[in-house]
């Protein structure tokens, strides 16, 4: 079974600073999609970013970027000048054509100003 | 991207009692699925809802407990049965769309 790996629990960043949260999955598929949300306090579960399995080219959007390692199985997310906003429960996810999505235990993010 | 709503947002119950809890999409969608989040936990999938057929558990869930309908391609709802303490959680109804999965705003259920 597919299984999906955050070691880290909590994580503390700078505002304005860089902060990388780390994901790993297991799986022994080629095909498959992975994703990160947020999750702020109001419990919404906001898309921050995806990854085809296919492309080669690291996802970006605006200041969140994904460092994409196939071969080694791992999906970090960084986020560059980070914000008061960005404060929340980051999940990573992997999900294979068809299937259902399978989540990591998350990484609270505290901003300090 | 999907729109997703649900009903309602928020609720405090009698243990006992049942709620049901609404989720609508402004999309037609094939599949749309149930998820219960316990405070300070990840996502967990309750059941995996079809139009015209019934729904798919996960381990641990039962159609007694969680029933589910899905009347129309946009439209499901998740009744929690004969509630307890242990039944505090948020619920989230999601959808596919494009390879993606969206997430409605989710219910935060107090039992008491």
């Known amino acids: 079974a597919q299984t999906v790996t955050q070691s880290q629990p909590e994580m503390s960043v700078q505002e304005a600073e860089t902060v990388t949260l780390s994901c790993t999955y297991d799986t022994s598929e080629s095909d498959y999609y992975l994703f990160w949300y947020k999750q702020p306090p109001s419990r919404q579960m906001i898309l921050v970013i995806r990854?085809?399995?296919?492309?080669?080219q690291n996802a970006t959007e605006n200041r969140f970027s994904v460092n994409f390692q196939k071969a080694a199985k791992s999906f970090s997310l960084k986020i560059s000048d980070s914000q008061l906003g960005d404060a929340a429960m980051y999940f990573c996810a992997y999900r294979r054509y068809g299937n259902k999505l399978v989540f990591g235990a998350g990484t609270i993010l505290r901003v300090k100003s | 991207s999907a729109v997703i709503s649900q009903k309602p947002s928020r609720d405090i119950c009698q243990r006992g009692t049942s709620l049901t809890i609404q989720c609508q999409v402004d999309?037609?969608?094939?599949?749309m699925f149930w998820y219960r989040q316990q405070p300070g936990q990840s996502l967990t999938l309750i059941a995996t809802?079809?139009?015209?057929?019934?729904?798919?558990?996960e381990s641990g869930f039962v159609i007694d407990k969680f029933p589910i309908s899905r009347p129309n391609l946009t439209f499901s709802t998740l009744t929690v049965s004969n509630m307890s303490p242990e039944d505090s959680s948020i619920y989230l109804c999601s959808v596919v769309l494009l390879d993606t999965q969206y997430f409605g705003p989710g219910t935060r259920l107090t039992v008491l």
């Open positions: 999309s037609q969608v094939t599949m």
């Open positions: 809802a079809n139009q015209g057929s019934e729904a798919t558990y």
């Open positions: 990854q085809e399995a296919y492309k080669q």
